[in-house]
Each structure stands twice: as structure tokens, then as C-alpha cells.
């Protein structure tokens, strides 16, 4: 590995997304969503028709699957099934209830977690998922694990999703993140835990900006990173959009 990997795992709603882009935006590295691959399986598999609760069907539906993921500097990772952009086909509700099943499968994890290695492999990176400092990147120069309380999680997202329009009552939305919750830490590969070396950030009473400074700072002393001062309205407009849409 050349260039350095910074790590951020954490459970969903902790605010990793627009804190990654951010952190990534201010150390000049590219910036890989892991969960967008497992979100493109997903959809791969429901497209197919293969039985979810089919471990197998699942396993198979890889061989006929071309996935590819575009990384850029200064955008946000772009997803395509063959020639098909599937970005934003991957954030529906369907897909986020359907996770589950593709992600505790073996194949699947295996076929990601190369991928994702492959895309690391010279490092100038900093990875999101649940599995990137335990798993994926055990050698990674930084890693944090960042988390906020099932709460604050589930207030962050019923208001995502308020501003979007769409109904939820905040009870149904603390349930989903709890239901999440449980199956990411129960997985037996690739579990949702916090690397013994890495760093922990609690976000729960932080805004994502404060958040991503601290990465930062960290990477500035313990990496000895340079940073890049980022235009204003970029900023804002990245936050807008990295919201997730699931
Ligand atoms: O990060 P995001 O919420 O999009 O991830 C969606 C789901 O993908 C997670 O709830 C988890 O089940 C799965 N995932 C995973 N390993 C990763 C990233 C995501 O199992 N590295």
C-alpha cells in the first residue's frame, strides 16, 4: 500500500457519508461508499428475481453481475450495473429492507471485499463502511469508528426523510435503526465492531463539519496530511447531496 487509507466505520444514521466526503474533500483522497456496493448487489439480485432468502440463488447471481465503481476526487461514487448507472436506483427503501440478506452471504462479501482492496491497493483513499479498519484494511494509517445513540440516529433520519416528503413516524424510524442495528453487529463475517486501534468519535451532539475537522486534525498529526482549503458553496451543495437516499 503507498498512499495512506483512512478507515470509517460505524452503524447507519451515525453520519458517516457526508463526514467521509468531507474529510476526503479536505485531504485531497478519493472516496469509496462500500455500502453503495452492497446496495448495487441488492439490486442486481432483486432484478433477477433471485429468491432473497436463497443463499445460494444469491451466490450465483455474482457470476453474471459486471459491477463497477467510479471514484472521483471531488464527486460523489458512481455506480453502474454493466452500462447501466444505478447510482440512485440503489437508495430505495426496497433495497435498504433487502440488504440484509445479500450482505450476510459469504460469496458476496468475499467478491466486495476484493474489489474494495483492488480500489485500495495504492492507497489515497478514505472507505465507509462497517468492516474497513477491522477487515478489509487491517493496515490502514487511520481509522475511527464513529457512532451516535439509536436516538439521535433515528431523529437525524425521520428528518431526512420528513424533508423529503415522505411518511414516517419517528416510533417506525427508531425501530428501523435498531432493526439495522442488530442484524450489522450480529453478522459473522464482516460485522459491524470497532477496530481495537481505532479511533472513536461519538457524533451524537456534533454537526458533520466539527466531525470531519477532527478527522482531519488527526490525519494533519498523526499523517502528516496537508489539507486543501474547499470552496463554501461546494461544500454546501456536497452536504445536500450526500445525504443518503435510502
Ligand atoms: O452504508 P449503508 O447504510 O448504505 O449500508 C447499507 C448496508 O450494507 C448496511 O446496513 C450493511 O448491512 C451493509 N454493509 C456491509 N458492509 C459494509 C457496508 C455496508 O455489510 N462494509
Known amino acids: 500500500m503507498s498512499g495512506n487509507i483512512i478507515t470509517i466505520d460505524g452503524p447507519s444514521g451515525a453520519g458517516k457519508s ?4 468531507l474529510a476526503a474533500l479536505r485531504l485531497g ?3 469509496l461508499d462500500t455500502g453503495a456496493m ?9 432484478r433477477r428475481g433471485i429468491h432473497l432468502d436463497q443463499p445460494k440463488e444469491i451466490a450465483g447471481a455474482l457470476a453474471g453481475l459486471e459491477l463497477r465503481v467510479e471514484l472521483v476526487h471531488e464527486g460523489p461514487m458512481r455506480v453502474f450495473i454493466g452500462t447501466d448507472e444505478v447510482t440512485g436506483n440503489i437508495r430505495t427503501q426496497e ?21 474494495q482492496r483492488k480500489i485500495g491497493a495504492n492507497g489515497d483513499l478514505v472507505t465507509e463502511g462497517r468492516d474497513q479498519g477491522t477487515l478489509v484494511f487491517p493496515g490502514a494509517s487511520l481509522k475511527v469508528y464513529m457512532f451516535a445513540t439509536p436516538a439521535v440516529r433515528a431523529r437525524r433520519r425521520f428528518n431526512e426523510l420528513k424533508e423529503r416528503g415522505q411518511d414516517a413516524s419517528y416510533e417506525e424510524v427508531l425501530e428501523d435503526v435498531s432493526k439495522r442495528d442488530y442484524l450489522d453487529m450480529g453478522r459473522e463475517l464482516g460485522g459491524l ?3 481495537l486501534d481505532a479511533v472513536e468519535l461519538d457524533t451524537s451532539e456534533l454537526s458533520p463539519d466539527q466531525v470531519a475537522e477532527s478527522i482531519v486534525k488527526l490525519a494533519k498529526s498523526r499523517l502528516k496530511m496537508q489539507t486543501r482549503k474547499i470552496d463554501k458553496s461546494a461544500l454546501e451543495a456536497m452536504k445536500r447531496e450526500s445525504k443518503k437516499q435510502d
Do not use: P
Open 193 to 195: 465492531k470497532k477496530a
Open 18 to 21: 457526508t463526514i467521509a466526503r
Open 38 to 46: 452492497y446496495r448495487a448487489v441488492t439490486l442486481h439480485c432483486m
Open 95 to 115: 433495497v435498504t429492507r433487502n440488504i440484509h440478506y445479500v450482505a450476510d452471504v459469504t460469496e458476496v462479501r468475499n467478491y466486495l471485499v476484493d474489489m
Open 29 to 31: 483522497l478519493r472516496y
